[in-house]
Every structure is written in C-alpha cells, then in structure tokens.
C-alpha cells in the first residue's frame, strides 16, 4: 500500500524538522539489516544524541532542496538509505555507529554533511577519533586549573620581579646623573 501525500508532506516536515536540529547527518547503505538491527542501531545512537532514520531517497531529496546547509547530502541518495542525524556529540554517536559496524558487518558508510560541506568515509572516522564533548570539558577545566596554578604563582613574583625592576631603572639613573 503506497503512502498518501499528506502522509510523505507529514514525513518530509519531520525530516525538515530534525535536519534543522542536527549538526551532523550521515548517511549508511543498511541494505540486508533486520528490523531488530536497525532497532540495535537505534539504541546505540540514543545516548550521543543521533536518531536513525529510514526513509525514501526521494522523500530526503525533497526534505534538503531548499536547504543549503544540507544541499550536499543530494550526492549520496541512492540504494537503500538510512540517515543518521546527530543532535549533540557527533564523536559519540560516530563510535556508536562503528561499533555498531563492527557487530554486524552489514552497513556502508557513503558519507555524511556537516556545515554545508560532504564528508567522504575518511573525514566522517576522523571526526570520530575526535574527543567526546566530555573529554573535552575535562581538557579544558585541567588546562584552566594549570593556567590558574600559572597565575597565581606569577602574582606572587611580581612584587620581588618589581622591586627588581624600579631598583635597576634607579640605578640606571644615578649611573647617568653621576656621568651627565
């Protein structure tokens, strides 16, 4: 039983309207995963924030046409789609999916968009082997507490560094009274 048109315009705006939420989109070739699979997948990617979604190529293109942040994804819609739309922590929901890979054995990465621009395999693992949003955190609140540590111990040299400093400038000077 086909879909009606109200029902692919209702599946479009949904599309549309994760799209317009979404930092990352990938698309996989699920070509030969079962419905209990797909539903592993889905369960993976929970947790980084990404949904699964299975839906027609055409029914994506029309989704993407009048929007050029998701433009690209054009090239990649063909066989049996599955798009992964990652909502928050990319790198997660990256890993998720090669481990998901590696499990099953049964997907093709084509490819994926992010800010407008199409990412081939190889950039889409590179963005994996990024840090995690928290690993991130976690770099930077060390990074600060070291800077921190930096500062403080700067603060308390500054006084003898000052001392230092006018002492010279008014040795300096007399040298320069003595022989003016």
Known sequence: MGRTIEDKQEIVAELKDSLSKSQLALVIDYQGLTVAEITDLRRRLRPAGAT???TKNTLMGIAI???EKWQ???ELLKGSSAFLLVQEDFSAAIKAYQEFQKAT???ELRG???EGRL???????ALGDLPSKEQLMA???GAINALATKVAVGINEVPSSLARALQAYADKEKGE???G
């Open 119 to 125: 990412l081939k395999e190889p950039d889409v693992k």
């Open 139 to 141: 770099q930077i609140a």
């Open 65 to 67: 046409q009048d929007d």
């Open 52 to 54: 699964c979604k299975v």
């Open 72 to 74: 690209p994804l054009s």
């Open 177 to 179: 009274e003595v022989n």
């Open 105 to 107: 054995k049964k997907t």
């Open 112 to 114: 994926g968009v992010m």
